[in-house]
């Protein structure tokens, strides 16, 4: 069956229009941007430059955001795709309260244990923790090294990766949840 917003009309543009929600903001995407990638559309058209390019090819997890709520990798996602869909960034990971920003239980507990180097894989990372315990709040450290082995890091902060997941599902539950 032919899908409308996929059918490609040899111009590298396609006619449907694509709607979608990135951090909470309704956005009609420009048709010449509609087989790009989610990751080059933030970055380029939006300047949400916290998700990185790495390899461009699935593999990192630089490049990772939510959408629908599950961590996925904007490298890999044309806008085409993703009519409708709702998309969170490190940008909108933090909540906004009449007091200012209130840091996610992941972002808190980065900030504790002083996870990053270089900082380039970091916003994966987290974007990747905070999807975890989402559905998975009590996560056993086994669970936390098969989520987070998925994203690398050439600077290994691996060990401080999964001790500050482990800390933020403790802040996550004194906090009553995100
Ligand atoms: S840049 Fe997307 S997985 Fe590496
Ligand atoms: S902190 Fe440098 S790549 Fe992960």
Redesign the pocket.
């Known amino acids: 069956m032919s899908d409308p917003i996929n059918k490609d009309k040899g111009n590298g543009a396609t006619s449907a229009v694509v709607k979608v929600r990135i951090n909470g903001r309704r956005i009609t995407v420009p048709t010449p941007w509609h087989n790009a990638t989610l990751l080059m559309f933030l970055r380029e058209e939006l300047g949400l430059t916290g998700s990185k390019f790495g390899c461009g090819e699935g593999y990192c997890g ?1 490049c990772t955001v939510h959408v629908g709520g599950n961590a996925s990798r904007s490298c890999l996602l044309p806008m085409h795709s993703l009519n409708e869909a709702n998309v969170r960034t490190i940008e909108g990971l933090a909540t906004q309260t009449d007091a200012g920003e209130r840091l996610h239980p992941v972002q808190q507990a980065w900030v504790a244990h002083n ?8 916003a994966g ?1 987290i974007m990747t923790a905070a999807a975890l315990l989402a559905t998975t709040p009590h996560p056993t450290s086994t669970e936390v090294q098969q989520t987070m082995d998925a994203n ?6 691996y060990n401080r990766i999964k001790a500050a997941v482990l800390t933020a599902a403790e802040l996550q539950e004194a906090q009553g949840g995100q």
């Open positions: 630089a996870v990053p180097q270089c900082g380039y894989c970091q990372q690398l890091c050439r600077c290994g902060t």
